[in-house]
Nanobody, 126 residues
């Protein structure tokens, strides 16, 4: 079992920045994917970004609407993934969920989380 704990959400003005953190604990794997999804009021949960790694390499993936504004990274020593968000827009307002998937993302495949965090609210005011 893996536990994911998010932190870093809050209220920010449009154009501002926030950094989310997701700390993983429990039984993890050397081949793994962690990422972020978000759910805005009245909308379905959507994929935002993921970082996928194996023994030697890692790669990242972003949904089009956040490319160039969001950056995902990880600190392997701390089992923590970060989401740096800049140039935030009101449409980025949502609950952001950390997610983890055993194994790497395959090319063309969607992330299919095995574990979810509890979510953290991000609100961007105009």
């Amino acid at each position: 079992q893996v536990q994911l704990v998010e932190s870093g959400g809050g209220l920010v003005q449009a154009g501002g920045s926030l950094r989310l953190s997701c700390a993983a604990s429990g039984r993890t794997s050397s081949s793994y994917t962690m990422g972020w999804f978000r759910q805005a009021p009245g909308k379905e949960r959507e994929f935002v970004t993921a970082i996928s790694w194996g023994a030697w390499t890692s790669d990242t993936r972003y949904t089009d609407s956040v490319k160039g504004r969001f950056t995902i990274s990880r600190d392997s020593a701390k089992n923590t993934v970060y989401l740096q968000m800049v140039s935030l827009k009101p449409e980025d307002t949502a609950i952001y969920y950390c997610a983890a998937q055993i194994g790497r993302l395959r090319v063309g495949a969607a992330m299919a989380p095995d574990y979810w965090g509890q979510g953290t609210q991000v609100t961007v005011s105009s």
